[in-house]
């Protein structure tokens, strides 16, 4: 890592993340670790005319403090002033950014209960922000940095400072600011993006015009599930458009090209192909076993009592809300690396997510109300959203049209067209 790269980094997360605009407040999730990088961001934001760049800092260690000895009462309310901040900011349009980089393992040994009732918590006292966010009210990305805890994990058998420098090696290639190695010249890194993001977006019009009725997945793990999708579902990636007509990049990097299934159509079975980090804990070997969209049957093979409370959170918790198309030879996924980061793993793999859908997967959906959303048949009443990773060196996925044509949409793991 050298200083350079850092601050092409923070200049791409701030022009193409969340593109942030004059006279914009910015909010900056950030853990303590990250404080270096933390403070780019907020200068680069500064000479980019953010109105006002809030912080809000958190640490690991305070975090699992908290999660297992405050007391009981305060995972069912979130604060009254918390909740104002970010309902708040939200409204105004602030732009959003999360620095996602913890211990995967952080919370282990807390109570599921209280993690499920947490959620619940931020599901009620948060609905305007989440609502907002989850109909690109305003614009937020993010990003991750890597922090020793995590990248011993993610390299074991290195030292912390090794660990460290090959999870930086990892992200700087994946979110282009490094090609074979060397660092991109100053500015093409943003130009990149363009063309990546282009890319990704002349595949999902692709897959917009078959406006496939089902799609069948099978592979040699157990996955063979048959989902269908709403008749004016959109497959979008990459950029998306906030409330304010800018355009902006949730997921850095990102790799997919999604859509929202139809609610209550999934029937099948689904088998993760890598391990989810779930609320601080490792889920790993999930089976999902689907009846009318419903999840019925849940089990993994280690981690289960914490996928468990995640499924049980609400009602649309049950039922799919997101399916998205990462071919097996994306840069990430051909890294072969396992991040234990959802930001990354889900980047690299084919996956799903239980839990609310995105209202833009559907015609014009950024615009409807909840029960406009339901009446399309997508999954638009949850607290939670839970990605997860099916995608193998295997996975085939058939799609049938209207007029009942077959058509292969993934062989051996990667687009058939
Ligand atoms: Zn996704
Ligand atoms: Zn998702």
């Not at 998306?240 to 859509?259: H, K, L, R």
Request: net charge negative; charged share 25%.
């Amino acid at each position: 890592m050298n200083e350079e790269m850092l601050r092409q980094y923070a200049r791409l997360v701030i022009h193409i993340g969340v593109n942030l605009q004059k006279g914009q407040p910015l909010v900056i999730a950030s853990p303590v670790d990250c404080a270096f990088f933390a403070r780019l961001l907020v200068s680069e934001a500064y000479r980019a005319g953010a109105k006002d760049v809030i912080l809000n800092w958190r640490d690991d260690h305070c975090v699992r403090e908290h999660w297992l000895r405050a007391d009981d009462c305060l995972f069912d309310n979130v604060y009254p002033w918390d909740a104002l901040q970010k309902n708040t900011l939200a409204r105004e349009g602030a732009a959003y950014i999360g620095i996602s980089a913890t211990d995967p393992e952080n919370l282990k040994g807390v109570d599921p209960e209280r993690l499920r009732r947490w959620e619940v918590a931020t599901g009620r006292d948060l609905k305007e922000f989440n609502r907002l966010q989850m109909n690109n009210g305003f614009p937020w990305c993010v990003v991750s940095i890597p922090i020793a805890s995590w990248a011993r994990k993610v390299f074991p058998d290195r030292t912390d400072n090794e660990a460290v420098e090959m999870l930086w090696a990892e992200i700087f290639k994946s979110v282009r600011i490094t090609y074979n190695g060397e660092a991109i010249k100053e500015g093409d890194a943003v130009q990149e993006w363009r063309t990546h993001c282009d890319r990704l977006k002349s595949r999902a019009k692709k897959l917009n015009t078959f406006n496939f009725k089902s799609l069948h997945y099978t592979n040699a793990l157990g996955t063979d599930l048959t989902v269908e999708m709403p008749v004016d579902h959109i497959w979008m990636a990459a950029e998306e458009s906030s409330a304010a007509g800018v355009s902006f990049v949730a997921n850095m990097p990102t790799e997919e090209i999604f859509s929202a299934p139809l609610r209550d159509s999934a029937n099948g079975v689904l088998v993760a192909s890598k391990p989810l980090v779930l609320n601080g804990n490792i889920v790993d070997g999930i089976r999902l076993v689907f009846e009318k969209g419903r999840i019925v049957e849940v089990h993994a093979d280690s981690g289960e009592e914490t996928l468990l409370a995640a499924v049980n959170v609400d009602e649309g918790s049950h039922f799919l809300g997101e399916i998205a198309l990462v071919p097996y030879d994306s840069p990430i996924s051909s890294s072969g690396i396992l991040f234990y980061n959802t930001l990354f793993d889900e980047n690299a793999a084919c996956h799903f997510a239980f839990g609310e859908a995105y209202p833009g997967c559907i015609r014009g959906g950024d615009k409807m109300s909840v029960d406009e959303l339901i009446a399309r048949g997508i999954n638009a009443e949850s607290t939670t959203h839970v990605d997860f990773m099916v995608g193998t060196e295997d996975l085939s996925i058939v799609g049938t049209t209207h007029d009942g044509r077959q058509v292969p949409v993934f062989e051996n793991g990667k687009f058939a067209f």
